[in-house]
């Protein structure tokens, strides 16, 4: 965590400067709603429904909505231990270099589909795409950079706030661990299939999921 502060909307008393130290805030509420947040044996889906975007929601969203049904079901059987957070956005400011000699400041902006903080694999990311073109999965590829580059920096955070070393984290980050998931495109069509990507065939029930899973 980070040496941040925030400022609180009450006071204790005509003394209190209403600073609060990040880190503390985070775990008060961490305590108040999630109470084996420390050491978890389920699944706790961030928000813990579906939250839809669209009055009539589209297939892509409808997609995203059962694997987001998938991923609680499945965890809250297997009993995994982690914090699954859907739909959360993101801004990094990264520097690239132009004709190998000029940095220019660029700014990446997304939205992680799946964040999940699991216990044991550590952090792993889920990019659901709806699609059904067989091959055409340029854009998932792209979102997993994108996923790449927020975890980048936040390692880089980390290490400059002393909470980890750079060893410790060059190791977590070179396992980075994204997937792509095509619950509409089946594996047995695909003319490649690659490891990182997740297909019809182990969305069909939370059973192949299981198989899937134990096999990543």
Request: charged share 30%.
């Amino acid at each position: 965590m980070f040496d941040w502060q925030v400022k609180a909307c009450g006071q204790k008393d005509l003394e209190d400067d209403g600073k609060r130290d990040l880190d503390e805030e985070i775990c008060n509420q961490l305590d108040s709603k999630y109470e084996n947040w420390r050491n978890p044996k389920t699944t706790y889906m961030v928000p813990r429904d579906f939250i839809s975007k669209m009055h009539n929601p589209d297939i892509g969203e409808i997609t995203e909505e059962e694997f987001f049904n998938l991923l609680q079901t499945f965890g809250k059987r297997q009993g995994e231990p982690m914090f699954v957070i859907h739909s959360y956005k993101f801004c990094e400011c990264i520097h690239e270099w132009e004709s190998g000699f000029k940095k220019l400041q660029k700014w990446v902006m997304g939205e992680h589909d799946f964040v999940a903080v699991h216990r044991d694999h550590g952090v792993l990311f889920f990019q659901v795409k709806a699609t059904k073109t067989i091959g055409n999965h340029q854009k998932a590829q792209e979102q997993i950079r994108k996923d790449k580059i927020s975890l980048m920096k936040f390692f880089e955070r980390m290490v400059k706030a002393g909470k980890i070393s750079k060893k410790k984290a060059d190791k977590v980050f070179n396992n980075f661990p994204a997937f792509a998931v095509l619950p509409n495109s089946r594996r047995g069509d695909s003319v490649c299939t690659q490891d990182n990507f997740i297909y019809q065939e182990d969305c069909a029930s939370v059973e192949a999921f299981s198989v899937w899973w134990a096999s990543f």
